[in-house]
C-alpha cells in the first residue's frame, strides 16, 4: 500500500454523477483540505450541475461498479473509496436481477478491487434508512443504530440489497483497510428526481392537485441532501486522520485481516459467480447484523407529516394539497387494484409504475431516526440551517415550473 503522509489524497465516488453524489463532489472540493483529487465513476459523464468552483483535478471515468476492468482502472492510484452507486427501485415491478447485479454484486466487486488495490486504504459505504423500515419494527421514534432490524423490510428487494452490502462491508473492515455504512434518512433538495419532485408530478397529472391520504399524526424524517453529503465528508475525514494515525504507529500495512477478508469475500464472489441464479435470501446468511461502524445521519430539519413538508414547494410551483382526505383503506385498494391491473398488462410490455403497494404501508407510519452517534463519533453537524437548506430547495424545485 502506498503512503498518502503529508500528500493529501485520491477519492473515488462511485454514483459521483448523481443526486447525492454531486454533493459529495461539491464538499470534498470545497471543505476536504487533505484531498488532491476527485474522481467520479458512474454510467453517465460526470458534469456539475452544483454552483462550486472546482478547486482539485476531477476525473470522470464512465462505466459501471458490474465491470471489473473499470473498477481496476477507477481504483488505480486511489487511497479513499466513497460508494453511492445503486439502483434505488421501488416501483410496483422492481427489476430484482439488475437490484441484485448492481447494488449487491456490483458492491462486492467493489470491494474486492478495493481490498486488492495497493494504496486504497478506506471504504464509506451509502446504505439506506430502508433496511430499517419494516412491518413489525418495535421502534418507529427515536431509531438509533443499536435497534434491531426488522425481519420483513417494506421496500424489497431494495432493502435488503443494501443490508447484504452493509455486510459485505463490514466484513472488509480490519486495520489496515477502514470502512464506515452511513444510512440517510430521505433526502431533499438539489437534483432530486424522486421525493418532492414526484408529489409536484402527481399533482401535474390530477390537475395541480396532490391527493392526500389519511395518515393522522404521522411524522416522517427528511433530511437536506447538502447536510448528507457533509456527513459523508466528515466520515472521509475521520477515516483519514485514523490512517495517518496508523502510519505513525507504524503499522503493517498489509495485515492479516485483510487477506482473510479479501480471500472470505472472493470466495464468495467465486461462489455466487457460479450461480447467477442465487436468491437475496443466500446473501444475507452471508454476515451477521452489527451496529459496529453504522452511522444513521439526519440533520436538523423540523420532522412533520409528509404533505406539511410538501406544501410549500407545492404552492411556490402552482400546485395545491386536496382539500379532500382519501381514507388509507381506500388508498390501499386503488394501489392493489392497479397492482394486478398492470400484473396482466405485464403479459403485453414492459408496463410499470413508479411507486409501489407498501408506499401507502410506509405513509401510515412514523419515522424517526437519532443521528447522535454520528455527530459525536464523526464530528458531524449540519452546515446548512433548515431555512438555507429550504431556501436552496426552493430555488431547484420551482425553476421549471
Given at each position: 500500500?502506498?503512503?498518502s ?17 454531486q ?27 452544483l ?10 471515468i ?20 466513497i460508494?453511492?452507486a445503486?439502483?434505488?427501485d ?7 436481477s ?33 433496511v430499517a ?31 447484504i ?11 489496515s483497510?477502514?470502512?464506515?455504512i452511513?444510512?440517510?434518512t ?15 408530478e ?21 433530511a ?22 496508523n ?76 382539500r ?7 388508498a ?20 410499470n ?49
Amino acid at each position: 500500500m502506498s503512503r498518502s503522509r503529508g500528500r493529501g489524497c485520491v477519492v473515488l465516488i462511485t454514483g459521483g454523477a448523481g443526486f447525492l453524489g454531486q454533493h459529495v463532489v461539491g464538499l470534498l472540493q470545497a471543505r476536504a483540505d487533505h484531498v488532491t483529487e476527485v474522481r467520479v465513476l458512474d454510467v453517465v459523464p460526470f458534469v456539475n450541475k452544483l454552483d462550486y468552483v472546482h478547486t482539485k483535478p476531477l476525473r470522470s471515468i464512465v462505466g459501471s461498479i458490474t465491470d471489473l476492468s473499470v473498477l481496476d482502472e477507477a481504483c488505480r492510484g486511489v487511497h479513499s473509496v466513497i460508494h453511492i452507486a445503486g439502483v434505488p427501485d421501488a416501483s410496483m415491478f422492481p427489476n430484482r436481477s439488475r437490484i441484485l447485479d448492481v447494488n449487491v454484486l456490483g458492491t462486492l466487486k467493489l470491494v474486492l478491487t478495493a481490498l486488492k488495490t495497493n494504496g486504497v486504504q478506506r471504504l464509506i459505504y451509502c446504505s439506506s434508512m430502508s433496511v430499517a423500515i419494516g412491518y413489525d419494527n418495535a421502534i418507529t421514534e427515536g431509531i438509533d443504530e443499536t435497534c434491531s432490524l426488522p425481519s420483513r423490510r417494506m421496500y424489497e428487494p431494495y432493502a435488503t440489497s443494501k443490508l447484504i452490502g452493509e455486510r459485505f462491508v463490514q466484513a472488509a473492515n480490519g486495520e489496515s483497510f477502514k470502512t464506515l455504512i452511513l444510512r440517510p434518512t430521505v433526502m431533499y433538495g438539489e437534483l432530486d428526481r424522486v421525493f418532492v419532485t414526484f408529489g409536484q408530478e402527481m399533482a401535474r397529472r390530477n390537475g395541480g392537485v396532490l391527493q392526500r391520504v389519511s395518515t393522522w399524526k404521522v411524522r416522517q424524517q427528511q433530511a437536506y441532501v447538502g447536510n448528507v453529503a457533509w456527513a459523508f465528508v466528515c466520515a472521509e475525514q475521520k477515516l483519514y486522520r485514523e490512517t495517518i494515525k496508523n502510519l505513525k504507529a507504524h503499522k503493517s500495512e498489509d495485515d492479516i485481516d485483510k487477506r482473510q477478508c479479501y480471500k472470505w469475500l472472493n470466495r464468495l464472489s467465486e461462489r455466487f459467480t457460479a450461480n447467477p441464479g442465487s436468491s437475496f435470501v443466500e446473501f444475507e446468511l452471508c454476515g451477521k447484523e452489527t451496529s459496529k461502524n453504522v452511522y444513521y445521519i439526519a440533520d436538523d430539519t423540523p420532522v412533520v407529516s409528509t404533505y406539511e413538508f410538501q406544501e410549500p414547494f407545492l404552492k411556490a410551483s402552482g400546485f395545491r394539497l386536496s382539500r379532500s382526505v382519501l381514507p388509507y383503506w381506500l388508498a390501499l385498494l386503488v394501489f392493489y387494484v392497479m397492482f394486478i391491473i398492470l400484473r396482466v398488462l405485464r403479459l403485453f410490455g414492459n408496463f410499470n409504475y413508479p411507486v409501489c403497494v407498501k408506499s401507502v404501508h410506509f405513509s401510515k407510519t412514523s419515522f424517526i431516526f437519532v443521528d447522535k452517534k454520528a455527530r459525536d463519533e464523526l464530528g458531524y453537524s449540519p452546515i446548512y440551517s433548515p431555512d438555507i437548506a429550504h431556501t436552496r430547495s426552493m430555488v431547484y424545485y420551482t425553476r421549471k415550473v
